[in-house]
């Protein structure tokens, strides 16, 4: 059971557009910066989004970050088949003094 | 170029141990936090434990307090983790992290730990 709760699983056509949420609480989304990554099939996590809504330098625009209260979004539009991926939201958690992640998103491009 | 390289995983009994090392390069490794994350099986990313740039603040997950224990050689650019009472449920993929939370993040390509007898 994660301390932030993501659905299990998203899917949308090509060209789509889809969101993944990330629901945590007042101790950890609610008063830190909220990351995501990417994750392929047997590679390293790919950072998409950090500090909410900042992009690192080579990640498409297609990719957005926002966060409201303690909740966080994922968007992502002009989905493609390499897009399929799992997802994850991360934080810093104050009242464990630990990171916390999602359970994870498995986006379907069908 | 960046490098992160994690080594030292391998098939352990339950209750023994592991030392894990993630050697680091192209970086001044000094000047970053940095993080031990695993993913088991068939479940998602873990945060497992991470360590300030000089060493002097560390932090774990609750499941392995007192079990593992995050340290660093900023001598030698390398990060650890040492990994003891080991339980089948630390059955995963171990990756080291550079900046996890912000535009410098970096992974590891990660080191595979099985606990089984």
């Known amino acids: 059971q994660s301390v932030l709760t993501q659905p299990p699983s998203v899917s949308a056509a090509p060209g789509q557009k889809v969101t993944i949420s990330c629901s945590g609480s007042s101790s950890n989304i609610g008063n830190n910066y909220v990351s995501w990554y990417q994750q392929l099939p047997g590679t390293a996590p790919k950072l998409l989004i950090y500090d909410n809504n900042k992009r690192p330098s080579g990640i498409p625009d297609r990719f957005s970050g926002s966060k409201s209260g303690t909740s966080a979004t994922l968007g992502i539009t002009g989905l493609q088949t390499g897009d399929e991926a799992d997802y994850y939201c991360v934080t810093w958690d104050d009242s464990v003094s630990a990171g916390v992640f999602g359970g994870g998103t498995k986006l379907a491009v069908l | 170029e960046v490098q992160l390289v994690e080594s030292g995983g391998g098939l352990v009994q339950p209750g023994g141990s592991l030392r894990l090392s993630c050697a680091a390069s192209?970086?001044?490794?000094?000047?970053?936090?940095m993080t031990w994350v695993r993913r088991a099986p068939g479940k998602g990313l873990e945060w497992v434990a991470n360590i300030k740039e000089d060493g002097s603040e560390k932090y774990y997950v609750d499941s392995v307090k007192g079990r593992f224990t995050i340290s660093r050689d900023n001598a030698k650019n390398s990060l650890y983790l040492q990994m003891n009472s080991l339980r089948a449920e630390d059955t995963a993929v171990y990756y080291c992290?550079?900046?996890?939370?912000?535009?410098?993040?970096?992974w590891g390509q990660g080191t595979l730990v099985t606990v089984s007898s």
């Open positions: 992290a550079r900046a996890l939370y912000n535009s410098g993040a970096y």
């Open positions: 192209g970086f001044t490794f000094s000047n970053y936090w």
